[in-house]
């Protein structure tokens, strides 16, 4: 079946340092899905990547998908503490099937 | 927007009784879905309903029924709870879940549930 593997499962930077999560799948993506979700909250949709080599960015957040819809990225650039929490993966591989990463926790340290 | 409601927030069971949670969407989804989440496993999806009238299996289903009310409400049945069951449960909603394209979801605030 899909299996959704993402990397680090956790990660703690210093505030103004970059960060990077990645996401690989075992199949091919119809489109991928990533997710914030701070301490005790729940998941907050923030972005779908639906094309081959797709790069889209929101303020210091960029988001790729991979040429092969395989993989992809989210990358924070100069964390701030507000980016705290846990952000998730989510890809659809077709036949109803949304498999979720474990997730990378990030921790900001002031 | 109320969004996606979940009831109730928190929940305390002894072990072999019986509970529903309850979530209802007031975005005009057709898709709905029932997760949870334990430390260092990630969202496991126990059931869903891609459209009113249809309910199918997710990862994690046994021990679980679930039932689409309308197109609105979409509860979670636990019918003789196992300390296992300890867990926090999100419903979510989505526009559609279709063959070649899902679409972002919408979670509710989630059910923090121990059995005891």
């Known amino acids: 079946g899909q299996q959704v593997m993402q990397i680090p499962q956790y990660q703690h930077v210093q505030e103004g340092e970059d960060f990077t999560t990645y996401c690989n799948s075992s199949t091919t993506l119809s489109n991928i899905q990533w997710y914030k979700q701070r301490p005790g909250g729940h998941p907050v949709f923030l972005i779908q990547l639906v094309k081959s080599g797709e790069v889209k960015k929101q303020k210091r957040l960029t988001f790729q998908f991979g040429e092969a819809k395989k993989n992809s990225s989210l990358h924070i650039t100069a964390t701030q503490t507000t980016d705290v929490g846990t952000y998730f993966c989510a890809g659809y591989g077709g036949y109803q099937k949304v498999t979720f990463g474990i997730g990378t926790k990030l921790q900001v340290i002031p | 927007n109320a969004g996606v409601t979940q009831t109730p927030k928190f929940q305390v069971l002894k072990t072999g009784q019986s509970m529903t949670l309850q979530c209802a969407q007031d975005?005009?989804?057709?898709?709905m879905y029932w997760y949870r989440q334990d430390p260092g496993m990630g969202l496991r999806l126990i059931y869903y309903?891609?459209?009113?009238?249809?309910?199918d299996k997710g990862e994690v289903p046994n021990g679980y029924n679930v039932s689409r009310l309308n197109k609105r409400e979409f509860s979670l049945r636990l019918e003789s709870a196992a300390p296992s069951q300890t867990s926090v449960y999100f419903c979510?909603?989505?526009?559609?879940?279709?063959?070649?394209?899902?679409?972002?979801?919408?979670f509710g605030s989630g059910t923090r549930l121990t059995v005891v």
């Open positions: 975005m005009n989804h057709n898709s």
């Open positions: 309903s891609a459209s009113e009238g249809t309910t």
């Open positions: 979510a909603s989505s526009r559609s879940l279709l063959q070649t394209r899902s679409y972002g979801y919408t």
